[in-house]
């Protein structure tokens, strides 16, 4: 008696290059939960453990007190570089930050794997914000959908979930 057995298809996602909007979206989500969860406490912190109030923060105070413009700046300063921290670990280590992970797309190393990539392609996002409109170029202009610095860098955003392939049976 000869058995037969069918297999079943196996579906399998198809990563993509993730369209601008979803990776504006997911940075704008990221913003959101930065400010919450970092930002905000850290502000809380600075201003309670510097006396200076938010009826103290405009322009024409801090400009008078120039001691009280370098605590700002170094304040701010650091907020930024909490930023690049967030944003450089969560992708580093899950490949995804919360907002990435709410839009379903993720950074992955095409190179080598390394941790300065990630460094860098976020610092655009974070200290280097002026220049980022430029870098966004790369998505527009690039054959593979990605901005001159992670291209440059070997590392690459992708949609996922968004393609499905059946494997033919066998």
């Known amino acids: 008696m000869v058995e037969y057995s069918i297999t079943m298809p ?3 996602l198809l990563p993509s290059p993730a369209p601008l909007t979803k990776r504006a979206l997911a940075f704008i989500i990221d913003l959101m939960v ?3 969860i970092i930002y905000s406490p850290f502000m809380a912190a600075f201003q309670a453990s510097s006396g200076i109030t938010d009826e103290l923060l405009t322009i024409e105070y801090i400009t008078l007190n120039p001691e009280i413009l370098g605590a700002v700046i170094g304040a701010l300063g650091a907020s930024l570089v909490l930023l690049l ?3 450089t670990l969560f992708e580093f280590f899950l ?3 919360v907002g990435k992970q709410f839009l379903k797309i993720k950074v992955v190393s095409i190179k080598e794997r390394s941790f300065i990539p ?3 392609r976020n610092l655009f996002k974070s200290l280097l914000f002026p220049l980022l409109p430029i870098d966004l170029l790369g ?3 690039s054959k593979n959908k990605q901005r001159f610095t992670d291209e440059a860098l070997g590392v690459s955003v992708l949609s996922v979930g968004r393609i499905q392939l ?3 049976l066998i």
Do not use: Q, S, V
């Open 118 to 120: 990630f460094i860098a």
């Open 10 to 12: 196996e579906h399998e």
């Open 166 to 168: 059946t494997r033919g």
């Open 34 to 36: 930065f400010n919450f």
């Open 95 to 97: 490949g995804i930050t």
């Open 139 to 141: 998505i527009i202009f």
């Open 85 to 87: 921290a967030y944003l």
